[in-house]
Protein backbone atom coordinates (compact mmCIF):
# COMPACT_ATOMS: atom_id res chain seq x y z
CA UNK A 1 0.00 0.00 0.00
CA UNK A 2 1.28 3.24 -1.47
CA UNK A 3 1.99 5.70 1.64
CA UNK A 4 2.87 9.32 1.37
CA UNK A 5 3.37 11.32 4.90
CA UNK A 6 3.76 14.89 5.31
CA UNK A 7 5.31 16.46 8.55
CA UNK A 8 2.58 18.01 10.43
CA UNK A 9 -1.15 17.98 9.71
CA UNK A 10 -1.85 21.36 11.71
CA UNK A 11 0.61 24.59 11.32
CA UNK A 12 0.60 28.15 12.81
CA UNK A 13 3.73 30.50 12.04
CA UNK A 14 4.09 34.15 11.84
CA UNK A 15 4.96 36.11 8.79
CA UNK A 16 7.92 36.54 7.54
CA UNK A 17 8.81 33.09 9.43
CA UNK A 18 11.16 29.96 7.13
CA UNK A 19 8.68 27.04 6.54
CA UNK A 20 9.19 23.88 6.24
CA UNK A 21 7.21 21.34 5.23
CA UNK A 22 8.32 17.78 4.93
CA UNK A 23 6.68 15.05 2.39
CA UNK A 24 8.08 11.44 2.36
CA UNK A 25 6.73 8.47 -0.21
CA UNK A 26 7.82 4.91 0.70
CA UNK A 27 6.98 3.63 -2.98
CA UNK A 28 10.41 4.19 -4.65
CA UNK A 29 8.46 6.80 -7.46
CA UNK A 30 10.78 8.85 -9.36
CA UNK A 31 8.05 12.20 -9.29
CA UNK A 32 6.67 14.28 -6.26
CA UNK A 33 4.72 17.10 -6.33
CA UNK A 34 3.52 19.71 -3.54
CA UNK A 35 0.15 21.59 -4.21
CA UNK A 36 -1.40 23.90 -2.45
CA UNK A 37 -5.59 23.77 -2.48
CA UNK A 38 -7.84 27.10 -1.72
CA UNK A 39 -11.31 27.51 -1.63
CA UNK A 40 -12.62 28.09 -5.55
CA UNK A 41 -9.30 27.90 -6.71
CA UNK A 42 -8.84 23.86 -6.42
CA UNK A 43 -5.48 22.24 -6.59
CA UNK A 44 -2.55 24.12 -8.26
CA UNK A 45 0.80 22.72 -8.76
CA UNK A 46 3.60 25.06 -6.98
CA UNK A 47 6.92 22.84 -7.46
CA UNK A 48 7.51 19.36 -8.64
CA UNK A 49 10.63 16.89 -8.82
CA UNK A 50 11.12 13.90 -11.43
CA UNK A 51 14.45 12.76 -9.94
CA UNK A 52 16.75 13.63 -7.00
CA UNK A 53 18.06 17.38 -7.40
CA UNK A 54 15.74 17.75 -9.79
CA UNK A 55 13.10 20.12 -9.37
CA UNK A 56 10.81 22.08 -12.41
CA UNK A 57 8.41 25.07 -11.29
CA UNK A 58 4.64 24.74 -11.40
CA UNK A 59 2.29 27.06 -12.30
CA UNK A 60 2.58 29.50 -8.86
CA UNK A 61 6.46 28.49 -7.99
CA UNK A 62 6.72 32.48 -6.42
CA UNK A 63 7.76 32.60 -2.57
CA UNK A 64 8.47 29.04 -2.42
CA UNK A 65 11.13 27.20 -3.08
CA UNK A 66 11.64 22.97 -2.64
CA UNK A 67 14.48 20.49 -2.31
CA UNK A 68 14.65 16.44 -3.13
CA UNK A 69 18.28 15.36 -1.53
CA UNK A 70 16.55 12.13 -1.39
CA UNK A 71 14.16 9.76 -3.56
CA UNK A 72 11.56 9.35 -0.84
CA UNK A 73 11.56 13.15 0.62
CA UNK A 74 10.54 16.05 -1.22
CA UNK A 75 10.50 19.19 1.39
CA UNK A 76 8.69 22.81 0.11
CA UNK A 77 10.28 25.63 1.98
CA UNK A 78 8.22 29.14 2.29
CA UNK A 79 11.60 31.72 2.73
CA UNK A 80 9.57 34.03 4.26
CA UNK A 81 5.43 33.17 4.77
CA UNK A 82 3.39 35.52 4.37
CA UNK A 83 -0.95 35.98 5.04
CA UNK A 84 -1.91 35.14 1.53
CA UNK A 85 0.02 31.65 2.29
CA UNK A 86 -2.47 30.32 4.36
CA UNK A 87 -3.58 26.98 2.80
CA UNK A 88 -4.04 23.06 2.66
CA UNK A 89 -0.93 22.00 1.13
CA UNK A 90 -1.13 18.35 -0.78
CA UNK A 91 2.14 16.36 -1.53
CA UNK A 92 1.48 13.57 -3.82
CA UNK A 93 4.13 10.85 -5.43
CA UNK A 94 3.07 9.08 -8.70
CA UNK A 95 3.36 5.40 -10.22
CA UNK A 96 3.42 5.13 -13.80
CA UNK A 97 1.88 1.62 -14.68
CA UNK A 98 3.95 -0.30 -16.92
CA UNK A 99 2.77 -0.80 -20.38
CA UNK A 100 -0.59 1.15 -20.41
CA UNK A 101 0.86 4.82 -20.06
CA UNK A 102 -1.97 5.38 -17.28
CA UNK A 103 -0.49 7.27 -13.91
CA UNK A 104 -2.04 7.43 -10.38
CA UNK A 105 -0.74 10.21 -7.99
CA UNK A 106 -1.25 9.29 -4.65
CA UNK A 107 -1.58 12.22 -2.23
CA UNK A 108 -0.10 12.77 1.58
CA UNK A 109 -3.11 13.76 3.85
CA UNK A 110 -2.04 17.41 3.62
CA UNK A 111 -0.67 20.38 5.78
CA UNK A 112 -3.29 23.04 7.01
CA UNK A 113 -1.04 25.90 7.21
CA UNK A 114 -2.38 29.53 8.67
CA UNK A 115 0.17 32.02 8.76
CA UNK A 116 -0.62 35.02 11.01
CA UNK B 1 -11.28 30.63 -19.22
CA UNK B 2 -9.97 27.83 -16.35
CA UNK B 3 -8.46 24.32 -17.92
CA UNK B 4 -10.85 22.61 -16.52
CA UNK B 5 -14.03 23.80 -15.25
CA UNK B 6 -17.30 21.95 -13.48
CA UNK B 7 -20.03 22.72 -11.70
CA UNK B 8 -19.40 23.09 -7.89
CA UNK B 9 -22.99 21.89 -7.25
CA UNK B 10 -23.92 20.44 -4.42
CA UNK B 11 -25.66 18.40 -6.03
CA UNK B 12 -28.23 16.84 -3.46
CA UNK B 13 -29.97 13.57 -4.32
CA UNK B 14 -31.72 11.42 -2.40
CA UNK B 15 -30.34 6.93 -1.76
CA UNK B 16 -30.59 5.38 -4.86
CA UNK B 17 -30.31 7.74 -7.11
CA UNK B 18 -28.20 7.96 -10.41
CA UNK B 19 -26.42 11.28 -10.91
CA UNK B 20 -24.08 12.84 -13.73
CA UNK B 21 -21.23 14.88 -13.58
CA UNK B 22 -19.40 16.95 -16.64
CA UNK B 23 -16.53 18.42 -16.90
CA UNK B 24 -15.09 20.02 -19.67
CA UNK B 25 -11.40 20.97 -20.74
CA UNK B 26 -9.74 23.59 -22.71
CA UNK B 27 -6.55 21.83 -23.49
CA UNK B 28 -7.34 19.87 -26.84
CA UNK B 29 -4.21 18.00 -26.61
CA UNK B 30 -4.47 16.75 -23.45
CA UNK B 31 -4.42 12.66 -23.84
CA UNK B 32 -4.49 11.43 -19.88
CA UNK B 33 -8.23 12.58 -18.29
CA UNK B 34 -8.82 11.10 -14.25
CA UNK B 35 -11.91 11.56 -11.60
CA UNK B 36 -10.54 11.72 -8.21
CA UNK B 37 -12.36 11.76 -5.16
CA UNK B 38 -11.82 13.73 -2.21
CA UNK B 39 -13.88 13.65 0.93
CA UNK B 40 -14.04 16.67 3.63
CA UNK B 41 -10.74 17.09 5.07
CA UNK B 42 -9.17 14.48 3.04
CA UNK B 43 -6.64 14.33 0.70
CA UNK B 44 -7.71 13.26 -2.85
CA UNK B 45 -7.77 9.95 -4.43
CA UNK B 46 -8.15 8.36 -7.76
CA UNK B 47 -11.69 6.85 -8.53
CA UNK B 48 -11.09 5.94 -12.08
CA UNK B 49 -9.06 7.10 -15.26
CA UNK B 50 -11.03 7.50 -18.32
CA UNK B 51 -10.27 6.15 -21.37
CA UNK B 52 -11.66 6.80 -25.06
CA UNK B 53 -14.18 4.23 -25.59
CA UNK B 54 -15.39 5.15 -21.78
CA UNK B 55 -15.18 2.81 -19.20
CA UNK B 56 -16.95 1.20 -15.88
CA UNK B 57 -16.15 0.37 -12.50
CA UNK B 58 -19.47 -1.16 -10.33
CA UNK B 59 -21.79 1.68 -10.59
CA UNK B 60 -18.93 4.33 -11.92
CA UNK B 61 -19.16 5.23 -15.43
CA UNK B 62 -16.73 7.32 -17.00
CA UNK B 63 -17.16 8.50 -20.66
CA UNK B 64 -14.55 10.71 -22.36
CA UNK B 65 -16.24 12.99 -25.73
CA UNK B 66 -12.94 14.54 -27.63
CA UNK B 67 -14.41 16.41 -30.14
CA UNK B 68 -16.74 18.27 -27.23
CA UNK B 69 -13.90 18.19 -24.72
CA UNK B 70 -15.83 17.07 -22.17
CA UNK B 71 -15.73 13.87 -19.42
CA UNK B 72 -18.04 12.63 -17.59
CA UNK B 73 -18.62 10.51 -14.43
CA UNK B 74 -22.20 8.97 -13.98
CA UNK B 75 -22.66 7.07 -10.52
CA UNK B 76 -25.70 4.65 -10.23
CA UNK B 77 -27.48 3.55 -7.32
CA UNK B 78 -26.17 6.26 -5.15
CA UNK B 79 -24.81 5.48 -1.37
CA UNK B 80 -24.58 7.43 1.44
CA UNK B 81 -21.06 6.87 1.00
CA UNK B 82 -20.62 8.59 -2.18
CA UNK B 83 -20.68 11.59 -0.36
CA UNK B 84 -17.71 13.29 -1.73
CA UNK B 85 -16.32 16.23 -3.92
CA UNK B 86 -15.49 14.74 -7.32
CA UNK B 87 -12.44 16.49 -8.88
CA UNK B 88 -12.31 16.19 -12.94
CA UNK B 89 -8.51 15.50 -13.50
CA UNK B 90 -6.23 16.19 -17.12
CA UNK B 91 -3.14 16.11 -18.03
CA UNK B 92 -1.26 19.22 -19.70
CA UNK B 93 0.44 17.24 -22.21
CA UNK B 94 4.08 18.82 -21.73
CA UNK B 95 5.80 15.84 -21.90
CA UNK B 96 5.24 15.24 -17.75
CA UNK B 97 2.73 14.18 -15.56
CA UNK B 98 1.31 17.68 -14.99
CA UNK B 99 -2.23 17.37 -14.21
CA UNK B 100 -4.53 20.17 -14.67
CA UNK B 101 -7.36 19.79 -11.60
CA UNK B 102 -10.66 21.34 -11.76
CA UNK B 103 -12.25 22.35 -8.43
CA UNK B 104 -14.77 20.06 -8.01
CA UNK B 105 -18.33 19.02 -7.76
CA UNK B 106 -19.83 18.37 -4.52
CA UNK B 107 -22.12 15.66 -4.24
CA UNK B 108 -24.51 14.99 -1.21
CA UNK B 109 -26.59 12.05 -1.10
CA UNK B 110 -29.31 12.16 2.06
CA UNK B 111 -31.22 8.83 3.45
Known amino acids: DVKVTQSSRYLVKRTGEKVFLECVQDMDHENMFWYRQDPGLGLRLIYF???????EKGDIPEGYSVSREKKERFSLILESASTNQTSMYLC???????????????FGPGTRLTVT | RKEVEQDPGPFNVPEGATVAFNCTYS??????FFWYRQDCRKEPKLLMSVYSSGNEDGRFTAQLNRASQYISLLIRDSKLSDSATYLC????????????FGTGTRLLVSP
Open chain 2, 89 to 100: VVNSNTGFQKLV
Open chain 2, 27 to 32: NSASQS
Open chain 1, 49 to 55: SYDVKMK
Open chain 1, 92 to 106: ASSLIYPGTGTYEQY
